[in-house]
């Protein structure tokens, strides 16, 4: 069986921490996105609200440091836990683009 673990999702850049580095020096933004949508679950239409924490290293975290609060993105990249909790889940953003 093949593992898969891709996230996409679009929402509002409600929370931007300033630039840390990791020993390594690199680069980690993190940030809280807040969705809302409507979604199809059991032949019925659901409303779905939610803020997902994410974070972005690299290339990724400089460009998201100058993001505007408020600012709609879309982004895409993959689910891990946040430290060594085994239930609360981060978003690493592997790349995002301003909607």
Do not use: W
């Amino acid at each position: 069986m093949e593992a898969h673990n891709l996230v996409e999702l679009t929402g509002a850049a409600i929370a931007i921490d300033a630039v840390r580095y990791t020993p390594a020096g690199i680069p980690i933004v993190e940030l809280v996105l807040s969705h809302e949508s409507t979604q199809t679950e059991a032949g019925r239409s659901r409303k779905v609200a939610l803020d997902v924490p994410a974070l972005a290293a690299g290339e990724q975290a400089l460009r998201l440091a100058t993001c505007p609060l408020g600012a709609a993105l879309k982004v895409s990249g993959f689910l891990a836990r946040r430290g060594k909790s085994q239930t609360r889940l981060v978003v690493h953003i592997n790349a995002f683009e301003y909607i």
